[in-house]
């Protein structure tokens, strides 16, 4: 039901409001004319949020006050629409507990290490987010990137240290939530112990494992 401001109460129904919509989105192509396309869906939106106001008796400083709100709404709206629009990761055996769905896990070659790449192609230039599963009890001689990685530990506790070799004494404790960064070019090294450890990767590719350590 909508209300007048200045006048008696007059009820919206909805054969009403499909009528208005339908002659606010007349009116709007007529106006365009013949030569130029349909009008946008915020210039409808807008064309029958007005129409509506106007046979309610609304003012003008409360349509604006009302079109923001709804506006605000509708943006909102399609937002979360497009983003839970978006296709699902790939379904593979085992589950990522943090995450909803499962993901595809690959062994990164050379290493004991699995990864599972959750935005971007790390092989190819641009951003890339990816996940490294380390196992129980894993180490990874010292090694390098050509590229800038920021990371999170997500689950278990890491151990990660810097230097051309692998040194176990070197190694600093990082558990669950820590932020640690690898800058590029940077040689360094990591284990786990009895718990392993999912780390998040953040980086610009492309990205490879260099400079191994023999």
């Known amino acids: 039901m909508a209300r007048s401001i200045n006048g008696p109460k007059r009820i919206m129904t909805t054969a009403l409001f499909r009528r208005l919509v339908r002659q606010s989105s007349d009116s709007s ?45 509708a943006a909102g709206l399609l937002y979360a629409t497009s983003a839970f629009a978006q ?15 499962d993901l595809h896990w690959t062994r990164l070659p050379g290493t004991p290490l699995d990864a599972a790449t959750l935005a971007g192609n790390g092989s190819e ?3 890339y987010i990816q996940l490294v599963r380390w196992p129980p009890h894993t180490s990874l001689k010292a090694h390098s990137h050509p590229d800038d990685r920021y990371a999170v530990v997500l689950k278990g506790t890491f151990y990660h240290g810097f230097g051309d070799r692998f040194d176990e004494a070197n190694l600093e404790k990082r558990p669950s939530g820590t932020f640690f960064t690898e800058p590029k070019g940077v040689r360094h090294f ?16 492309p990205t490879a494992i260099m400079d191994p350590e023999p």
Do not use: D, H, W
């Open 29 to 73: 192509y007529r106006q365009a004319g013949p030569t130029k396309s349909q009008p946008s869906e915020g210039e409808q939106m807008a064309t029958v949020m007005s129409s509506i106001f106007a046979f309610s008796g609304v003012t003008s400083a409360s349509f604006l006050f009302v079109s923001i709100c709804a506006f605000t709404a």
């Open 125 to 127: 230039p641009g951003l």
């Open 87 to 101: 296709p699902p990761v790939a379904p593979t055996p085992g589950p990522l507990p943090i995450f909803a769905v």
């Open 190 to 205: 990591g284990a786990t112990k009895s718990e392993g450890a999912v780390l998040y990767f953040v980086g610009n590719g």
